[in-house]
């Protein structure tokens, strides 16, 4: 039997979140920044036409386009993060897709594999069909591209973001080897920069230059996986659709800092902020974590200031997701690593060895508190139900004013009342 996979891409995600709810942002030049307003993290095509790189920091660009920035027919709109949004705008999409589709495996906050293998339809309608649909219901384009692996379904969906129709379909031999021909190396999923450049300098510039390679000069310079996306992009499955995800073995929450700040007290209460919400998103992936690591960093741009970066990491008695315990862990590292005198830019903490609860060893320490589970139980729904840090474990300062820059922050449109769009 053939295998048919497909992959649905929100075109210009970010923004295009921002545009449903904002439709005057459409057919204008617009970018949105990431954390504290660092760097550009998505653009419009027209913020692409300006010249406007990824990752390239604000105030760069601010600076290199001088006038066109603020003023004109070409002013840039400017959004800051709205990852609360964008996170229920993937919802959404995701479920509609699920509705739908056979099966899927979610790739990223805006990308998801489906599976149409044996379907008893017109896979191509379906997907425009579909595509349609994810219109209709959320305001976001989708581009799906189609093929017989999953790395040529990828290579689709990019024929598919310059087809008017948003569907491509490389099925057909004579398609797919325009599409192989038409890509250049460096574009393939899976080969990225650093392949690509080795490569080229073998002679291989475009996919279809990867197919008709040797395959034992292939395994000698790519390995196993190298010879996987040939397979893959010669139409031969090797890669089958991930119905779960793969287990996690640590779980991060840090940020820089909009100002540096060197005051312990304060430090600590960054630390302790991240502490709680990583603890609350390891309960929400019914896990338990060994050990806890905490880590602090100067401000690297600033060679005038003095430079310190340190981290340190703590074993807990017992795997756990308790915020107490694992509080107590990171305040405990922070005191080991912590130096005067030093204006941090950045900190954050990981929860290490992360175990399934139901799996967990038990522990030679004792059992865990079934009180203490109904207490973070009992806080994560009160969180859940009046907003994030409605409940806290210790004092947290509700303003938070040292969290992060975001002047240009959109609302929250849909999950916050208070910011619910006005209609007139």
Not at 183 to 189: C, K, L, M, R
Request: aromatic share 8%.
């Amino acid at each position: 039997m053939n295998c048919i996979f497909a992959v649905a891409d929100c075109n210009n995600f970010y923004v295009s979140c921002e545009q449903v709810f904002q439709p005057e942002l459409r057919d204008k030049p617009t970018v949105v920044l990431s954390n504290n307003d660092g760097c550009v993290i998505a653009r419009s095509p027209e913020a692409k036409a300006m010249g406007i790189a990824m990752g390239e920091p604000y105030f760069k660009v601010r600076q290199r386009m001088g006038p066109a920035w603020a003023t004109g027919q070409n002013a840039v709109q400017v959004r800051s993060a709205n990852f609360t949004l964008y996170g229920d705008m993937s919802r959404r999409v995701m479920d509609i897709i699920a509705d739908n589709a056979p099966e899927i495996e979610i790739y990223s906050i805006d990308e998801c594999f489906m599976d149409y293998t044996g379907a008893a339809f017109d896979v191509v309608e379906h997907a425009r069909a579909l595509r349609a649909t994810l219109r209709q219901w959320t305001g976001l384009s989708v581009s799906i591209g189609l093929g017989p692996t999953k790395t040529l379904a990828k290579l689709a969906n990019r024929k598919a973001k310059q087809d008017e129709t948003g569907v491509y379909d490389v099925a057909d031999l004579a398609v797919r080897n325009a599409a192989l021909k038409d890509t250049a190396i460096e574009d393939v999923w899976g080969i990225g920069r650093c392949w690509s450049k080795r490569l080229k300098r073998h002679g291989l510039y475009t996919a279809h230059d990867l197919t008709i390679a040797d395959r034992r000069w292939a395994r000698n310079i790519m390995g196993v996986v190298g010879l996987c996306t040939i397979d893959e992009l010669n139409g031969l499955s090797a890669l089958a659709i991930e119905h779960s995800e793969p287990d996690k073995k640590t779980l991060c929450v840090s940020r820089s800092f909009g100002h540096t700040v060197s005051d312990r007290n304060a430090l600590a209460e960054r630390i302790h902020y991240f502490t709680v919400r990583a603890a609350e998103k390891l309960r929400q992936g019914d896990w338990v974590a060994g050990a806890v690591s905490v880590f602090v960093r100067g401000n690297a741009f600033r060679q005038d200031l003095p430079q310190y970066s340190n981290s340190t990491t703590i074993g807990l008695a017992i795997a756990t997701s308790d915020t107490g315990p694992i509080v107590r862990a990171a305040q405990y590292a922070l005191d080991r690593i912590y130096r005067s005198g030093i204006p941090y830019k950045k900190a954050g903490v990981l929860l290490l060895d992360l175990q399934p609860r139901a799996s967990a060893p038990p522990s030679l320490f004792g059992a865990a508190n079934p009180r203490r589970d109904h207490l973070m139980d009992v806080m994560d729904n009160l969180n859940r139900k009046f907003g994030s840090g409605a409940v806290s474990y210790g004092q947290i300062p509700q303003a938070r004013t040292w969290y992060m820059n975001q002047h240009h922050r959109s609302p929250r449109y849909t999950t916050h009342w208070q910011e619910l769009p006005m209609v007139k």
